[in-house]
């Protein structure tokens, strides 16, 4: 890990990390079958190594935080998984969804400011929660941009996929 990365990962430690939708549904469908990575038309643009990279890189934190939207998303786009995979995949996912700490944002706070029509509600919930409390982790350059200049901290998967 470079020393910038490190020192992201040390501050937030402890704090936790909260994972935007597709790299969660990366994790999620990786976890549950890693093969599928490379064949289902949500995933992939990411590798297995991909996978392995995001489960090192979790590993380092206490906390892994999301929103009800995020979940919502990860979701729906996990619906397009084939039978009989989907309904086995979704039994994990539920389980998953536990270990995860789980933070509501009102859609009234998320969409106040002038983003919300450039990010829509989930990324706007996720930079209302997260800005000076939790790192992101995205792979959605518009959010990244975003929270960089609101002085949020965020790290692009894809930065971290093309050092690896």
Known sequence: MTDPLLELVQAYHSRGVLVDTNILLLYFVGKFAPEHIPRFKRTCQFSVADYHLLVRLLARFQRIVTTPNVLSEVSSLSGQLGEPLRSE???DFARGIATLDEHYVASTAAAQGSQFSRL???DCAIAHLATGK???LTDDLRLAQYLEKAGGDVLNFNHLRSSA
Do not use: D, F, H, I
């Open 134 to 136: 939790y790192l992101v």
């Open 89 to 91: 995949y979704y039994l």
């Open 120 to 122: 829509g509600l989930t």
